[in-house]
């Protein structure tokens, strides 16, 4: 069994910033990708970044220069700092990893998702 437990989320002004953070537990032999989506109500989930397992981030054009997704691989965690964060940054944000439970198996896994509102 794997768990992916986020935390970070929160109420925050415009222009204001949050650091998410999300930690896999449990059955990891090990990581690939991770990253970071967001889903706003009434849309589809969009990717917002991912980082790589050797360090290579993409970011989706919306929160290029605002964002910075991070990885701690000792500790099996993915971090998402956002900054001059915008009320359409507005979503719950999911983190997601492709993790080999037992090699040479892998799956995604999600999290349950964090809640972010920016109010203008």
């Known amino acids: 069994q794997v768990q992916l437990v986020e935390s970070g989320g929160g109420l925050v002004q415009a222009g204001g910033s949050l650091r998410l953070s999300c930690a896999a537990s449990?059955?990891?032999?090990?990581?690939?990708?991770m990253g970071w989506y967001s889903q706003a109500p009434g849309k589809q989930r969009e990717l917002v970044a991912y980082?790589?397992?050797?360090?290579?981030?993409n970011y989706a054009d919306s929160v290029k220069g605002r964002f910075t997704i991070s990885r701690d691989n000792a500790k099996n965690t993915v971090y998402l700092q956002m900054n001059s964060l915008k009320p359409e940054d507005t979503a719950v944000y999911y983190c997601?990893?492709?993790?080999?439970?037992?090699?040479?198996?892998?799956?995604?896994?999600w999290g349950q998702g964090t809640q972010v509102t920016v109010s203008s």
């Open positions: 997601k990893a492709d993790i080999i439970t037992r090699w040479p198996r892998r799956s995604d896994h």
């Open positions: 980082i790589t397992n050797t360090g290579s981030a």
């Open positions: 449990g059955s990891v032999f090990g990581i690939y990708d």
